[in-house]
């Protein structure tokens, strides 16, 4: 499976836009680009995901590079409910299970 | 709700006990996964249901965990005589449908403690 990297942590004020990078320089082709997040005591849960173009959402933006070998998680406007760590994933092609493969993530700290 | 939901939230068990891990999906979700979190780690994969069928149990440390999904909705995840590095969160998530793209459900998870 393709790796991701991520930074450890990152820090930002609330109200402030964040931006979350993920290394993934071994990126196939047909690889989807996934970001889950997970809030303290809770369960993963969906942010977005994408393949070559930039996508939005409600909840976040994210920016694909044109070589596909890095992407960028963007919150728009951070909140204290952003505090969370978040995850790049890579989805290799269907091979008849979605088995997303977590890596350490970025533990995200919003400061008041 | 309509969220995955888990029980028993909290599990203490001595070492050596057998326990089990229930999983209700969301109604309709065709696939079904068990994942494995350590403190301070991300989930790991244990195993994967489409259906009533197990696909893939690569995941699964060793011949002391079962999981089943005998009628293709609700699944338990058993693990035999417990040892003290099985203590973890134990997170159940579906999914609708078993495309790459498919998103997934979390449950909040059990948190295994064995002593």
């Known amino acids: 499976d393709a790796k991701t990297t991520q930074p450890n942590s990152m820090e930002s004020n609330e109200e402030e836009p964040v931006h979350l990078p993920c290394n993934h320089s071994?990126?196939?082709?047909?690889?989807?680009i996934h970001w889950y997040r997970q809030l303290p005591s809770q369960g993963p849960e969906y942010v977005i995901h994408?393949?070559?173009s930039n996508v939005n959402n409600r909840m976040a933006s994210l920016a694909i590079a044109e070589d596909r070998k890095s992407s960028t998680l963007i919150l728009h406007r951070a909140t204290l409910r952003d505090a969370a760590v978040y995850y790049c994933?890579?989805?290799?092609?269907?091979?008849?299970?979605?088995?997303?493969?977590f890596g350490q993530g970025t533990r995200l700290t919003i400061n008041p | 709700g309509a969220g995955v939901s888990q029980s028993p939230r909290y599990k203490v068990a001595k070492r050596g006990q057998d326990v089990a891990l229930r999983c209700d999906p969301i109604?309709?979700?065709?696939?079904l996964f068990w994942y494995q979190q350590a403190l301070g780690q991300g989930p790991e994969f244990l195993t994967y249901?489409?259906?009533?069928?197990?696909?893939?149990k690569s995941g699964l440390p060793s011949d002391r965990f079962f999981a089943e999904r005998p009628e293709g909705s609700v699944s338990t995840l058993k693990i035999q005589r417990t040892q003290q590095e099985d203590s973890a969160v134990y997170l159940c998530?579906?999914?609708?449908?078993?495309?790459?793209?498919?998103?997934?459900?979390f449950g909040s998870g059990t948190q295994l403690s064995v002593l």
């Open positions: 071994t990126i196939s082709g047909t690889d989807y």
């Open positions: 994408g393949l070559t």
């Open positions: 249901f489409q259906n009533e069928a197990q696909l893939d």
């Open positions: 109604s309709g979700h065709v696939s």
């Open positions: 994933i890579l989805s290799p092609p269907f091979q008849g299970a979605q088995k997303l493969v």
């Open positions: 998530a579906s999914s609708l449908e078993r495309t790459t793209n498919e998103k997934l459900f």
